[in-house]
């Protein structure tokens, strides 16, 4: 057999095998596991047929909970069934697990180890997902690299049909997942021979059939249930050496040895770690690396962590063994240790009592903690823990990778120790994600992986943002197989790929000496030394830095790239590293071009091929000068006037600097200040909008969709000008209220994306050159300065008195202050709108319960958050809990407020004499109807607080005045908001939502409804509409969308409102007021374009118009207070179709997508689709013209 | 009656041949253009510029926010193919070959050399009987000269003849200023046939919005006139099948066009108007009015009142101008 080797990354390493060895595939996206079951769909779409000849069924689920009954379902039905998931999602399938390990039922689950939300989500990999599903009873197998994954898929399929117990398969999430590694690949010889057809069938006769039936899930009784608990005790006891016997076969097959305890280092090692997951990979190079230095160290690895063979694991480790460190990657508080820490005492005091020992002396034995949400570690760390553990006492419980200053746990490690070989080339590349920097390194690793002898390794960092997002991409490649799960250190090359990071970032702290460095510059090799930070000079003349300029958007203007540099750099990166001879390079990019490209028509390829010719023209190496003359650093991060945790904490995460912020740094409890995107500038926008005074008027639609908060309206005095920067504007106010006042519309410059919805939305034109309206888009450049100057002169003048004015208009609306701001939501997004709206109207005293999705990511991934506070310090409070339940959490949050409510009632009461009867009535019977009600309602909270204070020290009932006290500001009226996307409300949430619009309660739902599950990067939910394209919907989707709107109608008692910003501001206006003042539950559906629908996101508004006019989202109000009147409660707020919905589709990637793809197919779901509208019109229209009661 | 006509080589069974619309996209509606007496079909244009566009288009939104964000590298499943390109336009082609017993023209607007030529030659392979060469073309750049656009128009007839051996014939707009010089240059050049005139779509403007609008109006038979000359002026006189576009509603319209010395006449805006059984009627009229006024055949009537056959000759010319004025009488007095 010859062996293929291939350029790939975990994910797709795992899915590979998974898919061949499978029936059926129950799956739910979450990250980082995500791409396993996209894969698997792929393969399955292009009808690859697994080992057996048949094509696997994937079908995607609504949860994680349902991927597993599912799994479960199809088990007991007979199929070889998988599926992928990771960190909650493994949490959600822990109940089925339970039932399937205890029904010795054979499968695999893939997971893509991940954290879990604690004080905060993260999506990075640990182990702690993992280990809270150790005691199902599932055996549990670790993959340590992209190789191991792909064996480990296979073995673990082998033995669970063998061993009868079910295996979670699982490696780090990211770290290996995410890694593009070269590797050999399993052909399908391999796999038939591993995969015993005798023991598939065996799996397929135990499957429920009537043709013999039998029953499986009894109740059991006191009496029994014990007893068969422990009839399976000789699986486990039997399933390590079946599992060494099958690693010994695929040994016998691949040449690959693996054991379920594997030991590196020196025979006579004195010093072991023992650990699993990727850092063994490093464990064990630097454990060789110090063992060639004499050094008595050596590492266990542990592959085989459930069933846990005492013997196997005695049997592993050196009989010298003096000192065992064992390194967990997750955090159990409150234990003795960690788990696998655990385990090893047990093992070790377990065999030191036998009449053999395995060692003259009981070894010390000390756990620690690395790795968690990806945290690196790194050689240096390694040497940190062997050196620790020559200690006469060792640390217990030891951290390693952070500084621990608060309980100090934390060993210190040297970061200059290196083991990297010389031989390695490390490059490191800084990019943005718009200009396909990762791509184009994803290609380059594929070239240098599969077109010579190198072995290749990459990994990609991106920040948490995405607009405008950064993107690190750490390639390596050398003769030896690359086994370095850690970030490039000591690079051998350097790119920057966008001139603008020169001002962000350190960029070559990481070079070597000698290493070469390539700039994307507009600034030719004579120019560009003096626009660098002096400290760079400083850098490349001290590592005496080959430093390369190459012009890559000139090449890509030339070539009709737009922004997209990425062959352009990509050749300029392989003409300079040397990897293969220029020519064979350029020949093999276009062969990738062409690869990649060519389904997407010959145009794109040429292109390409043309900014690839182009490129090396452009190269020119730069002629170092032997000073650093550069009269410039770069800028201070954040002004030193921001608040003292912004400074310490915030602009260190910004910087990229995170990782050496110390515990003592970090909130105990994951709380946040709100308010702090303002001091975070990132200049991404090439271009921002410019106000013509002289023309607008004044009507606020570009605020209001302007996703990010940029653009600002106030009405002030004349007088308030005074102290105005020169280039400040305004015209007069075109309000009645406001006829003497001045009005001005302000843009901050620093933090506009430059998606240019403002500019679309705008009315007006001007009458001599009608291609410029009242709002344009200039070169932000220039502008900067003296906008920025403006801002800061705008947010001086005062904030309008929001009590005189009509809030319910559009133009009024936006004269209300955001509370969110400049947030990380892409360029155009549709979401953010509609919760600036929301914190406009009601964000002084809102709440958010928000579900994890996109807007949980822009509105609370560290290290900035959107959410701002007013003047008078109050805004938004927002949580984030979960993704399955986040009704249920704002319903909690309204029900403790309820009860709050009522016990600070009777508490006033109670207290109506020592507090005054005057002052308690008025704030008992206080109507709170509108804001200038509850505006007194908190006036008067305040002289209560104050009295309550006076009376204190003399008082009788002092417990209960302090209780009341505390309570008080809880009788200012609140709102609730529960804020989530349709894969939430429609999929996963959507049971609890429809309890808690059940329940009466108060709260006011917000489904921000992309129809896609943009979050996890486009797949498919029930919101998606019948004939899109999306993952798990290649061939467009089947079946129609749901009528959330409609179910919850039919509750009768439910305040429902579908909106789209786009096609009709003032009715989004009215329904969030009307909903906010429904004493009930309510649920507005807001259309919201998204990245995910496959067009230039200018036109978005448009589109929501689009969508409204064919009727695909008809706009509607349902108010059950209108009943109460005897009027007909339902008001829809659209006119009859004007447009076909193919006219509306068909302006969107995602349905033209499929008329490429599947002609026939698209015309059949337009057609189904076109009858799903008609039908729902009729019956929507039907329902308006009813009568009311009375 | 016999109303066979010959255009670029081939025997028509009567002159009347729908050009490219927007009919011409669903083999239901070739189908009911042949049922209903059309002798030819002369499919949509396939255009350059589109499938370019369209491809780029395509790149954009499966690159779209892409690799930008830990959780989302992408947000489109890839498909393992996607009809980009002239794919779908060469199987209307097949398809329509293969669902039609009349022949098949093609039409092409391309944008590039390479385009013109390349696409020319996948039509030919798809089994097209004729190539039209719809150059939509509208010189705006005011250093342009006459002579440059006029070698435009030669140097594509030329790559394509070159590139195919299909019949090929050149659709034209009238703003030559020498219209008659033009014709003989690409019948020279050889161009088996010409088309006239293309009907430009004019865009309106929107007061309203201050916007310019594109605006489809459909022809009527007033505009018969002005291809109605030219085809009268140059029958005879080029060496090229003369194909009459533009105007053609009626059967009187067919009959004048054929008298001027259309080999064939083509119908789009009459049957988007009045639906593609308008063709049988026109079939029928023609035939009635042949026999009517004794004509043996089609034939006799073609060219009839061409330049070079009718009685006035200079009727064509300026003088027609000239009698227009002069017997002009206001409504008022």
């Known amino acids: 057999m010859t062996k293929q080797m291939i350029t790939l990354d975990g994910n797709e390493a795992a899915a590979r095998v998974a898919h061949k060895v499978n029936e059926v595939i129950a799956i739910y996206p979450i990250t980082p596991s995500s791409p396993m079951g996209e894969f698997a769909d792929q393969y399955s779409a292009e009808g690859q047929p697994n080992i057996w000849g048949s094509v696997p069924m994937v079908v995607e689920m609504q949860a994680e909970g349902g991927a597993a009954g599912a799994v479960h379902g199809a088990l007991q039905a007979g199929a070889l069934t998988t599926t992928f998931t990771a960190s909650q999602g493994l949490l959600l399938m822990i109940p089925n697990m339970y039932k399937i390990a205890g029904e010795l039922t054979s499968t695999v689950f893939h997971i893509a180890a991940r954290s879990l939300a604690a004080q905060a989500l993260s999506i990075f990999g640990d182990h702690s997902d993992v280990m809270a599903a150790r005691n199902t009873g599932w055996a549990m197998l670790a993959s340590n690299s992209v190789q191991e994954v792909h064996d480990f898929a296979l073995i673990a399929s082998a033995a669970t049909l063998e061993a009868r117990l079910p295996f979670l398969h699982f490696f780090d999430g990211f770290r290996t997942s995410h890694e593009i590694n070269k590797i050999e690949l399993l052909d399908e010889e391999v796999m038939r021979a591993m995969i015993n057809d005798e023991l598939v069938r065996a799996h397929r006769d135990r499957g429920l059939t009537p043709d013999h039936p039998v029953l499986r899930g009894t109740a059991q009784n006191p009496d029994v249930y014990f007893q068969a608990r422990e009839s399976v005790n000789p699986f486990y006891n039997a399933t390590p050496e079946i599992v060494q016997n099958v690693m010994n076969k695929f040994a016998e097959l691949t040449g690959r040895q693996y054991r379920l305890f594997d030991y590196t280092g020196a025979p006579d090692a004195e010093r072991i770690i023992v650990i699993m997951g990727s850092g063994a990979e490093t464990a064990q190079e630097t454990a060789d690396y110090l063992a060639a230095q004499g050094e008595k160290v050596g590492v266990l690895t542990v592959r085989l962590y459930r069933p846990f063979s005492v013997e196997a694991f005695l049997g592993a480790l050196p009989s010298t063994t ?65 050196d620790e553990a020559a200690k006469a006492k060792p640390k217990n419980g030891f951290t390693i990778g952070i500084n621990d200053d608060v309980t100090f746990t934390s060993l210190e490690w040297d970061n200059s120790f290196d083991i990297g070989a010389d031989n390695v080339v490390r490059g490191i590349f800084y990019g943005l994600g718009s200009d396909g920097t990762v791509g184009a390194n994803k290609n380059s690793i594929k070239i240098i992986g599969e077109d010579t002898d190198n072995y290749a390794q990459a990994y990609f960092v991106y920040d948490s943002k995405k607009s405008g997002s950064v993107t690190m991409s750490h390639l390596r490649f050398g003769p030896q197989p690359i086994r370095a799960p850690y970030l490039v250190n000591n690079a051998n090359f350097v790119a920057c790929h966008q001139f603008s990071f020169l001002e962000r970032y350190d960029m070559l702290s990481n070079a070597k000496t000698g290493a070469t460095f390539l700039l994307n510059s507009p600034y030719g090799p004579d120019d560009v030394w003096d626009k660098l930070p002096n400290a760079m000079q400083q850098q490349i003349i001290d590592k005496k830095i080959k430093f390369y300029v190459l012009d890559g958007y000139e090449v890509a203007r030339e070539t009709g790239m737009g922004q997209r540099i990425n062959t352009i750099m990509q050749t300029g990166f392989f003409a300079l590293s040397g990897v293969l001879p220029t020519d064979e390079a350029i020949a093999a990019i276009k062969y990738a071009i062409q690869k990649t490209y060519s389904k997407r028509g010959n145009a794109v390829v040429e292109a390409n091929y043309a900014a690839v010719d182009g490129a090396l023209a452009h190269m020119h190496q730069v002629k170092v000068p032997a000073t650093a003359t550069s009269t410039f650093e770069r800028p201070p991060i954040i002004p030193d006037y921001a608040p003292e945790f912004v400074q310490s904490v915030t602009a260190r995460i910004i910087e990229g600097l995170g990782d050496t912020l110390p515990v003592s740094a970090m909130p105990i409890d994951g709380t946040y200040p709100t308010d702090t995107t303002k001091w975070e500038k990132r200049n991404i926008s090439i271009e921002i909008p410019v106000w013509d005074p002289d023309i607008c008027i004044q009507c606020g639609k570009c605020a209001l969709v302007c996703p990010h908060g940029v653009i600002r309206m106030k009405v002030y005095g004349q007088d308030k000008l005074e102290g105005a920067p020169e280039t400040f504007k305004s015209a007069p106010a075109r309000y009645k209220e406001f006829k003497d006042d001045l009005f001005t519309l302000q843009v901050a410059p620093e933090d506009c994306t430059g998606c240019t919805l403002c500019v679309e939305v705008c009315p007006v034109k001007n ?252 797949q498919m939910s029930k919101a998606t509409p019948r004939g899109a394209v999306a993952k798990f919907a290649a061939a467009g989707k089947a079946a129609a969308k749901k009528d959330l709107g409609m179910l919850a109608v039919s509750y009768g008692s439910i305040y429902v409102a579908r909106v789209a910003m786009g096609a009709n501001d003032a009715q989004t206006i009215k329904a969030f007021i009307e909903a906010e003042a429904y004493d009930g539950p309510s649920l507005i559906m807001a259309y919201s374009h998204c990245v995910a629908h496959g067009y230039d996101m200018k036109f978005g508004l448009q589109q929501q118009q689009a969508a409204v006019d064919s009727a695909h989202w008809p706009l509607f109000r349902y108010n059950p207070d209108l009943e109460m009147e005897g009027k007909n409660p339902f008001m829809l707020d659209s006119r009859a179709p004007k447009i076909s919905l193919d006219q509306y589709i068909y302006r969107e990637g995602r349905y033209r997508m499929l008329t490429k793809s599947h002609p026939e197919r698209a015309a059949k779901l337009l057609e189904l689709a076109q009858g799903d509208v008609d039908k729902r019109w009729k019956q929507y229209s039907e329902m308006a013209q009813k009568n009311g009661n009375k | 009656m016999d109303l066979t006509t010959n255009y670029l080589g081939m025997t028509l069974k009567n002159p009347l041949v729908p050009s490219s619309s927007p009919l011409m996209r669903t083999l239901e509606n070739l189908r009911a253009m042949e049922d209903a007496g059309a002798a030819a079909v002369v499919l949509h244009s396939l255009f350059e510029e589109q499938i370019t566009q369209e491809s780029h288009t395509l790149n954009h939104y499966l690159t779209q926010g892409v690799e930008s964000y830990s959780e989302a590298l992408s947000y489109f499943p890839e498909a393992s193919e996607y009809k980009t390109g002239p794919d779908e336009y060469l199987e209307h082609i097949q398809k329509a070959k293969r669902s039609l017993d009349i022949p098949v023209i093609a039409s092409l607007n391309g944008v590039s050399t390479g385009g013109w030529v390349k696409y020319a030659k996948q039509i030919e392979e798809a089994g097209a009987d004729a190539l039209e060469l719809n150059v939509y073309y509208i010189p705006t750049d005011p250093h342009l000269t006459g002579n440059e656009v006029e070698q435009i128009y030669l140097d594509v007839l030329t790559d394509v003849k070159t590139a195919v051996s299909l019949p090929i014939t050149m659709k034209l707009n009238p703003y030559f200023s020498s219209m008659a010089h033009m014709a003989r240059n690409l019948a020279d050049v050889g161009a088996d046939g010409l088309v006239l005139f293309n009907r430009f779509y004019q865009p309106d403007l929107d007061l309203e919005n201050l916007e310019v609008v594109p605006n489809l109006k459909l022809s009527t038979s007033t505009e018969l006139r002005l291809p109605l000359r030219w085809i009268a002026i140059l029958y005879g006189k080029v060496n090229a099948d003369l194909a009459l576009t533009t105007g053609v509603h009626t059967v009187t319209d067919v009959l004048k066009g054929v008298a001027a010395g259309a080999a064939i006449t083509m119908l789009a805006s009459e049957l988007l108007r009045n639906g593609i059984g308008r063709l049988q009627v026109l079939k029928l009229g023609m035939e009635e009015w042949l026999e009517e006024n004794e004509y043996e055949s089609l034939a006799q009537l073609q060219g009839s009142l061409s330049q070079i056959n009718c009685a006035e000759p200079a009727a064509f010319e300026r003088a027609n101008y000239m009698r227009v004025l002069s017997s002009y009488a206001p409504d008022y007095p």
Not at chain 1, 336 to 344: A, I, S
Not at chain 1, 349 to 355: H, L, N, P, V
Not at chain 1, 376 to 381: N, V
Not at chain 1, 819 to 838: D, H, M, Q
């Open chain 1, 767 to 1018: 009458k001599t050159q009608p291609k410029f309206k009242a709002i344009n888009m200039a070169d932000q450049i220039p502008l900067r300065e003296p906008e920025k100057a403006n801002w800061e002169f705008f947010e001086t003048l005062p904030q309008v008195d929001r009590s005189i004015i009509p809030v319910n208009q559009v133009k009024y609306s936006q004269l209300l202050e955001p509370l969110f701001e400049f947030s990380g939501a892409c360029a155009g997004c549709g979401e953010t709108p509609y919760i600036k709206l929301l914190t406009q109207l009601y964000g002084d005293r809102s709440i958010i319960a928000n579900a994890t999705g996109c807007s949980s990511i822009y509105g609370g991934n560290l290290p900035t958050t959107p959410y701002a506070q007013n003047d008078a310090g109050r805004g938004i409070a927002w949580s984030n809990s979960l993704f399955e339940d986040n009704a249920e959490f704002g319903f909690g949050m309204r029900v403790a407020l309820d009860q709050r409510i009522e016990a600070a009632t009777e508490m006033l009461r109670e207290l109506r004499e020592e507090i005054g009867s005057e002052l308690a009535d008025s704030i008992l019977f206080a109507e709170q109807l509108d804001e200038a009600g509850i505006n007194e309602q908190r006036a008067r909270l305040e002289v209560l607080k104050t009295r309550i204070a006076e009376i204190l020290p003399a008082a009788e009932k002092k417990s209960k005045l302090e209780n009341l006290l505390n309570m008080a500001d809880v009788l200012a009226k609140k709102s609730v908001w529960i804020v989530g996307g349709d894969g939430w409300a429609y999929d996963i949430g959507y049971g609890g939502l429809d309890h808690v619009l059940a329940s009466g309660r108060n709260v006011n739902v917000l489904v921000l409804d992309t129809e896609v599950y943009s979050n996890t990067g486009g």
């Open chain 1, 322 to 386: 003096k000192s065992i460190a064992v390194l967990d990657r997750t955090k159990e508080p409150g234990g003795p240790g960690e788990p696998m820490y655990l385990d090893v005492v047990t093992a070790v005091a377990q065999s030191m009592a036998d009449d053999n020992p395995p060692f003259a002396v009981f070894p010390k034995i000390f756990g620690g903690r690395y790795g968690l949400s990806s945290k690196e570690f790194t050689p240096a760390m390694v040497k940190a823990i062997f």
